[in-house]
């Protein structure tokens, strides 16, 4: 059974970096195009960060230039690095596999300004 967990939230002050890191288990990396994506209260999820099989890479604007999602196909874990976090990146992060369409329990962000 494929099961994504997510670690690596946590409270930073603006400016601050976190690495978020989502294990896939029962699941090998390479064939499935994994993502990261965010809820804000009162807000839809949206698409944060994407890799393909391939290991090609795709980005939200609002993200670019600080964001960047990596994996490691060895390890079947997928990170987020993200750097000069802003308050309005606050939110619950959730990894995704497209490959059954599986996501994770989610880890949350806060950025305090």
């Known amino acids: 059974q494929v099961q994504l967990v997510e670690s690596g939230g946590g409270s930073v002050q603006s400016g601050g970096s976190l690495r978020l890191s989502c294990a896939a288990k029962?699941?090998?990396?390479?064939?499935?195009?994994m993502g990261w994506y965010r809820q804000a209260p009162g807000k839809q999820r949206e698409l944060v960060a994407a890799?393909?099989?391939?290991?090609?890479?795709n980005y939200a604007d609002s993200v670019k230039g600080r964001f960047t999602i990596s994996r490691d196909t060895a390890k079947s874990t997928v990170y987020l690095q993200m750097t000069s976090l802003k308050p309005e990146d606050t939110a619950v992060y959730y990894c995704?596999?497209?490959?059954?369409?599986?996501w994770g329990q989610g880890t949350q962000v806060t950025v305090s300004s």
């Open positions: 029962g699941l090998p990396i390479r064939l499935s195009e």
């Open positions: 890799i393909t099989g391939g290991g090609n890479t």
């Open positions: 995704n596999a497209r490959l059954g369409n599986r």
